[in-house]
């Protein structure tokens, strides 16, 4: 499931996410790709959201080797 919620008010598509930033006073704000739009983490979502963004990782890294060794084989 790409969606994610981020804070009481937010759900963000997590494949969109550009990155996630934590500043040195806590706050939390997630980028996307193209375009300039931040949103704030609620430090409650932080965590969940984080390692959602792993599983997603992890998964387009499986993918991304799978179609590398097809194009190796053939």
Do not use: P
């Amino acid at each position: 499931i790409a969606f994610c919620r981020i804070s009481k008010s937010t759900i963000v598509n997590a494949k969109q996410i550009y990155s996630l930033e934590k500043s040195f006073s806590g706050t939390s704000t997630v980028n996307f790709y193209q375009t300039h739009k931040q949103v704030h983490v609620s430090r409650r979502y932080y965590q969940v959201l984080k390692e959602r963004l792993n599983e997603i990782g992890k998964i387009m890294r499986k993918k991304l080797i799978g179609i590398l060794l097809i194009l190796l084989a053939g």
